[in-house]
């Protein structure tokens, strides 16, 4: 399965935008990337994916390098309940599950 | 729409005994995966099913078995029970990758299973 990489944590201001990074270097060009987020005691839930063009919906945007080496989840301005671990997953239509790495850790501070 | 549900909500078990998880998938969805998450990790997948059948499994013995049903809802069967599956179990339904690219998994509220 291609890897991701991710920061362990970060740390943001309320109503502040958060830059959430991830780096795929052994991405193959039908690797699609998709965000899932968890918050405290719930399960994971979609927050947004893409392929090659940047992407936004109503819970953020998604940034992707020329090289699709790297992509960018964008929070565009953070609350409180955006406090979760987010996760960086690609997936392709042949191996279609999701391979979970430790995600970073948001922090929105008040 | 009830979304993804899952039965017991939490449960205790001895070392040695057998365990079923039950899970009912988002109305629509036809295609159901599981999910392992130890304290601190992020999820881990154990397998899936669509079509009633086992189409892609992780990295788990054959003490892990699952069932789906006509109605698409599913169990997880863990037979001899270690210590060490003692976990946050999660179930998510989706519409299968090749008829929706966008593979969005709707997550249960997991079944949190722990074995003395």
């Known amino acids: 399965d291609a890897k991701t990489t991710q920061p362990n944590s970060m740390e943001s201001n309320e109503e502040e935008p958060v830059h959430l990074p991830c780096n795929h270097s052994?991405?193959?060009?039908?690797?699609?990337i998709h965000w899932y987020r968890q918050l405290p005691s719930q399960g994971p839930e979609y927050v947004i994916h893409?392929?090659?063009s940047n992407v936004n919906n109503r819970m953020a945007s998604l940034a992707i390098a020329e090289d699709r080496k790297s992509s960018t989840l964008i929070l565009h301005r953070a609350t409180l309940r955006d406090a979760a671990v987010y996760y960086c997953?690609?997936?392709?239509?042949?191996?279609?599950?999701?391979?979970f790495g430790k995600g970073i850790t948001l922090s929105v501070r008040p | 729409d009830a979304g993804v549900t899952q039965s017991p909500t939490h449960l205790i078990k001895t070392r040695g005994q057998q365990v079923t998880l039950r899970c009912s998938p988002k109305?629509?969805?036809?295609?159901v995966s599981w999910y392992q998450q130890a304290l601190g990790q992020g999820p881990q997948f154990i397998f899936q099913?669509?079509?009633?059948?086992?189409?892609q499994r992780g990295n788990f013995p054959d003490r892990f078995s699952g069932h789906q049903y006509p109605n698409y809802s599913s169990e997880l069967n863990v037979n001899a029970l270690l210590l060490g599956d003692s976990a946050l179990y999660l179930c998510?339904?989706?519409?299968?990758?090749?008829?929706?690219?966008?593979?969005?998994?709707?997550f249960g509220p997991g079944t949190r299973l722990t074995v003395t």
């Open positions: 109305s629509g969805h036809d295609t």
């Open positions: 893409g392929l090659t």
């Open positions: 998510a339904s989706s519409l299968p990758f090749f008829r929706d690219s966008s593979y969005e998994q709707y």
């Open positions: 099913y669509y079509e009633e059948e086992e189409r």
């Open positions: 052994t991405i193959s060009g039908t690797d699609y």
């Open positions: 997953i690609l997936i392709t239509g042949a191996n279609s599950k999701l391979t």
